[in-house]
């Protein structure tokens, strides 16, 4: 589904990824580790479009989208839920969830079944549609974030950071919906801090350091791994 290869990004004097390869098989759920300022975030707004990267290429779903426009790539189906959510406070939670329906605005039926979907995924927005996105939880300004994206119908979601600031029982609601959408056949790849659960739910990972890949493979390979344990395991 996806294939980063010998990707590098620069801001101003010097690289923040360094030759990056990473592969994501369609379906699959790819972690991606690494302390804040290893460059995940830089990555994901990388193969989204938001950013140019200086070398290398991206790969999605059988094309070249290394310079293509944000909207083209989300139209060819990746959907991006940034970290930090940047949802429009004042706007009714269904207003949110509708703006990520943006590219499919014509098939009304289908816009329709992908908002209902996503009621059933995240049953607490359903109760909450008509009440401004601002007034929520945490935890359920998230799931609207997740929500929003869902609604482009990807064939794969990228998920920076989704349990952020989440107390323990919410982000364990997070990963639970995380599980269920790829389980519909949504290729996923996440960054997360929170290494242990985000292991346990992986097919794949990858450790970043200081934007470059330091370790690969299986996600139950990367639990087992000393280095993984030490640095975000705490054992």
Known sequence: MMTISDLSVGYGAGDVLHSV?????????????????SGKSTLFRTVSGLIRSSSGRVEFDGEDVTRSRSAAIVRRGLAHCPEGRHLFPRMSVEKNLMLGA?????????????????????????????????????????MVAIGRALMSDPKMLILDEPSMGLAPLITQQVFDAIVGINQEGIGVMLAEQNARSALKIATSGYVLAEGRVV??????????NPAVQQAYLGV
């Open 102 to 142: 943006y590219v499919g605005r014509r098939d009304r039926a289908r816009v329709r079944t992908l908002l209902e979907r996503t009621y059933e995924l995240f049953p607490a927005l359903q109760d909450k549609s008509h009440q401004s996105a601002g007034s929520l939880s945490g935890g359920q300004q998230q």
């Open 21 to 37: 390869d990473i592969t994501a098989a369609a379906g699959e759920l790819t972690v991606i580790l690494g302390a804040n300022g």
């Open 215 to 224: 370790l690969s493979g299986a996600a139950a390979d990367l639990a087992d």
